[in-house]
DNA sequence: ATTAGCACTCTCGACTTAAGAGTGCTAACG
DNA sequence: CGTTAGCACTCTTAAGTCGAGAGTGCTAAT
């Protein structure tokens, strides 16, 4: 879009000021805040074609102007500044991040929860895993007759376990045989290829008489199942009650129950490459709830196989800059945290090492 | 409290209407429903005079009544029916819990949320370990010279675990020697008991030049500590808008943030025995936030070491008696489900036993 | 003791009005 | 020709007015 120098200008200061104040601006707003170098009547006049131009809207007659959808676009793209996070802010996600309080779910929730907080908005977050996950090595461990212990050792590094109570007694010879059966003929392959007749042969193989092979099997895939699954957290959503176009109770309601719906949420644009910040601004969203939201999400890259998102969502009138700036710092944050966090360092001089609780559990 | 049968029924005819209309009940809506057996202006007088008791409100001169909290409380005690939870009810609660998705939180965060749906109101579920938590046997298992898992039994029955990579090789002979040093002297312990002095005499035992002790050590009290940690998650908040009571987004809001503040909600009221359901009605609460709200919990056992608390709060006008049997029905479903769900049985008639997911993780 | 009748009170929505904000237009100016 | 001062006009919003409706309390009759 071609605008002139002092539209830009106008179109700017209409933006933020109605972003600040949440309420439409008037002539007399923009030249009192650009310290009256040019008039309120040039000032209108120029309004008055930026209107044409459909980058303004008056909400009637005799109100000011607010940015239109096209307007908040234009914005984004030429005229916002793109702000840095202070370092103070940077000191606090850094802090938040690090220091997540054990037992408490995973970090990418924290993330999403820490990028409610920071832009007062909804927030939410999804991790996925888009590499095959596979079982890199079983162990059964005897505990007493009646009970044993399978642990399995994922190929992207997480541990999973399940206590198992028999009814009969068991050999631990039978644990033995069983490890390096299930070692030889299940690891290294996807959910998929574990099939019936795959369970049917290795039961065969261990001759197995009290039915312990399908429970393993059954386990297995239940793991590698779930380890697909991509899954979405919201939090904050009250935050949304802060913001004045959500003073009407069922324009909030209808916009909570939509976030609370997690097959929609995984329709969310998502930016293509890691790092990049995707602005979709009201009614470029594809679904009807949020043709007067706008979403900003950011995804974030862990190696090659896993990579997520976090996004916030909320009115137009959104502080555009701010947000995409922490939620960029708290995406990059977490990359470098998900890549080294839960490996633990041993053995080199002893230094302070931190403990991840990923996999505890 | 000795009421006429008469005043009785009149309290109890007020309080139902107002439960379920949200609006002051006149006289002559109390006479219709008696079916005009008593004429409108007795009723009058009636009403009248269970105002003077403290039992109904006028908001203002001419409108109805509605009950106050003392009426509620007479109401609970003596009036409310008990009602029993229709077959149907209990086969979606049962179905429900029974089959919680894999890979979900736990059970009892799907008891909350099973709560709010059904009450419509908002739940918190909180889960509680009385008993002392020891670890009751370590495993470590040796994945390659640089990485090694931790696999910790506790004597609840739980399993967790621990990926260790290291920059320094292992032989997979000091992690026998660990086994045994650590399954001697840190099993069966609670966690004040491991001091550093006692990792120090490990440290000394074993040998340890490459700081894996405390980093064990360390391991096992995060896990103890986590283990005596209540855990609370408030689901359904949303709910609250859907209740005239909480049009006003003021009111909503202050309610939703008391709601987020656990260490709030650990102070709510508990039901003494299992089972046992406690109905708390607005100023009965000590919380001032809470002066216009009602809480009904409801505590479930599970041996003797773990209890925890279902609740639902909501507005003062609340149907006491649907959602005490369908929050009763679901403590004991609970009851039930954690004393024998996630230990598999094996061995005897083949039967079609389902996969607790509560340890993997 | 109960009830019919009635005057009284209070809320609520509809309507009116005045103030204020902001615009668009016209005419004057450099 | 672009800019600007001035002004009439429009529209929203808050405050005030008014009447209908609901429900009460009281009185008097049964």
Redesign the interface.
């Known amino acids: 879009m071609n605008l002139s120098e002092r539209k830009k200008i106008i179109l700017r200061v209409v933006v933020e000021q109605y972003v600040q104040m949440a309420e439409p601006v008037g002539s007399k707003a923009v030249a009192t805040e650009l310290g009256s170098s040019i008039s309120s009547a040039t000032i209108r006049n120029e309004m008055a074609e930026l209107e044409l131009l459909g980058l303004l809207e008056q909400p009637h007659t005799s109100a000011g102007r607010i940015p239109s959808a096209l307007g908040y676009r234009i914005y984004v793209n030429e005229l916002m500044m793109h702000q840095k996070i202070s370092s103070g802010e940077a000191q606090v996600i850094n802090h938040m991040l690090g220091n997540r309080p ?2 408490q779910a995973g970090l990418v929730d924290q993330a999403g929860s820490l990028a409610s907080r920071l832009t007062t908005y909804p927030a939410y977050a999804m991790a996925a895993v888009t590499g095959v996950t596979t079982i890199a ?1 079983f ?1 059964f ?1 005897f ?1 007493d007759s009646h009970t044993f ?1 399978i ?1 399995t ?1 994922l190929n992207n ?12 007694p068991i050999d631990p010879h039978l644990l033995t045989k069983l490890a390096s059966i299930f070692n030889a003929s299940f690891t290294g392959i996807p959910e998929e290829r574990i099939t019936q007749a795959l369970i049917n042969s290795t039961e065969r193989a261990v001759g197995d008489t ?3 092979v399908p ?1 393993i099997a ?2 297995t895939i ?2 590698l ?2 380890s697909k ?1 991509v ?1 979405t957290r919201v939090t904050g ?2 935050n949304l ?2 913001h004045p176009e959500y ?1 009407d ?1 069922d324009k ?2 209808r916009l ?2 939509y976030l ?1 719906d997690d097959t929609e949420l995984a329709r969310l644009p998502l930016p293509s490459a890691s790092g990049e910040v995707k602005i979709t601004i009201g009614p470029e969203n594809l679904a009807a709830e949020l043709k007067d939201t706008s979403v900003i999400t950011v995804r974030y890259d862990v190696g090659e196989d896993v990579q997520g998102i976090i996004g916030v969502i909320g009115p137009t009138r959104m502080e555009y800059s701010k947000v995409a700036a922490r939620l960029s710092y708290i995406a990059q944050g977490l990359s470098v945290l998900l890549a080294g966090g ?7 001089e ?1 230094e302070n ?1 931190k ?1 991840g ?1 990923d ?3």
Chains 1, 2 share one sequence.
């Open positions: 054990p037992g090595r162990d461990i505990v212990i642990v050792l590094d997480t541990v999973k376990n399940k206590l198992v109570h028999l009814t009969v009290i039915g312990i429970v059954g386990f239940e793991l199942v779930e699954s899954d959503t009250m009650l802060n003073r109770i909030a309601q909570i129950s609370s839960d490996k633990l360092q041993l053995g080199l002893g090492s403990l609780d996999d505890i559990g």
